[in-house]
């Protein structure tokens, strides 16, 4: 157990500490009410457990709030710095009836997809389970309230990091704790095979978001680097399999890059593989971070999702939030590593 926070840490574990103080069992169920049902972290607030009890629990919060990008759309991009230093991203998003965080898993990101500015710096490390939670405890202070959906599309490639996500996401939906409806709750990945696999051996119904980003191996291969790609048949494959098993239709994420994967052959195969694989896509404009990719004119866009839709497929364009306050994904965070090396 965590003895540095009371973030995930489980029941049955929390019993077995409670139990080591000398402690009745009740003390459990009060101590998770507070956290997961009132969002009070800090034992010394829990003030219907004794003095003594609140300062024996006393640990350190995994992460604060170093530095926040709002938008004029009400977009809010918090910058978080974490125990060790290192620094990930968290985004607020609102809409007319919901509120969306978007959570990051990990410190950096091992893919690189070669047009995103979180993979720029490479992965710094994994992010623990609290960490993780930490992101959603600061969002839901700011916000007053947990969020209607969270999705992990931030930094990282959650499914590298099975240990620190499926450990949150068990304290996101555990009747116990948060109680979140799965269905809420979207996990993004890259095409990591082996993970999306383990995900639908979960047994929950969580969304799965593919980011896919092209119909064919040869032009995925300029966009995502050889280190951690995975055959694009072998994708879709694993995504059958998690419709199958998880019960959800699964969504490949496409971000349009101009002159990249933005051609009338690319939506027209886009849309076969969605169509065979019964697959809704989720058309992204690209957000410029820096890395050279250019966004392809609205014309060409709307003509790649007309195509779409002619086809039958079950197509969105992604409304764009947060782009004028550097929240491309690890805008924010890069700048604050470009202005500490200065």
């Given at each position: ?183 809420r709750i979207t996990v993004s990945t ?139 994904c690890g805008q924010l965070r890069l ?8």
């Amino acid at each position: 157990m965590n003895s540095d926070t009371l973030l995930a840490v489980s029941a049955s574990e929390l019993a077995e500490r409670i139990a080591a103080l000398g402690e009745k069992r009740f003390r459990v169920a009060q101590i998770l009410e507070h956290i997961y049902k009132h969002r009070v972290t800090d034992p010394a607030l829990m003030s219907n457990l004794p003095a003594a009890l609140r300062e024996k629990l006393a640990g350190k919060f995994p992460a604060g709030e170093a530095d926040r990008a709002v938008s004029e759309d009400g977009t809010t991009k918090l910058l978080l710095e974490l125990a060790d230093g290192a620094g990930i991203e968290m985004v607020l998003i609102p809409s007319l009836s919901r509120m969306t965080f978007c959570l990051s898993t990990q410190v950096g990101c091992p893919v690189g997809c070669r047009f995103c500015a979180s993979g720029a710096l490479g992965l710094e490390r994994n992010l623990t389970a609290a960490e993780i939670l930490a992101e959603l405890f600061i969002g839901a202070s700011l916000h007053g309230g947990w969020p209607d959906n969270i999705v992990f599309m931030g930094i990282g490639e959650g499914l590298l990091n099975p240990a620190g996500l499926f450990t949150a996401l068990e304290f996101m939906t555990g009747s116990e704790y948060i109680g979140m409806s799965p269905r809420r709750i979207t996990v993004s990945t890259s095409g990591i095979v082996p993970g999306i696999r383990r995900l639908a051996g979960l047994g929950r119904e969580y969304n799965l978001a593919i980011s896919l980003h092209a119909p064919d191996d040869a032009t995925r291969a300029k966009i995502i680097p050889d280190k951690i790609r995975y055959p694009i048949s072998e994708i879709m494959a694993a995504a059958d399999f998690y419709r199958e098993t998880a019960g959800r239709m699964v969504t490949l994420e496409y971000t349009l890059l101009d002159g990249v994967n933005d051609s009338v052959p690319a939506a027209r195969a886009l849309a076969v593989i969605a169509l065979k694989h019964h697959c809704k896509v989720n058309l992204i404009g690209h957000n410029p971070s820096g890395t050279g990719f250019k966004r392809p004119p609205a014309a060409v866009i709307e003509r790649f999702l007309h195509i779409l839709e002619l086809e039958k497929v079950q197509a969105t364009l992604r409304l764009e939030k947060g782009g004028d306050s550097a929240a491309a994904c690890g805008q924010l965070r890069l700048k604050s590593k470009v202005l500490r090396r200065k």
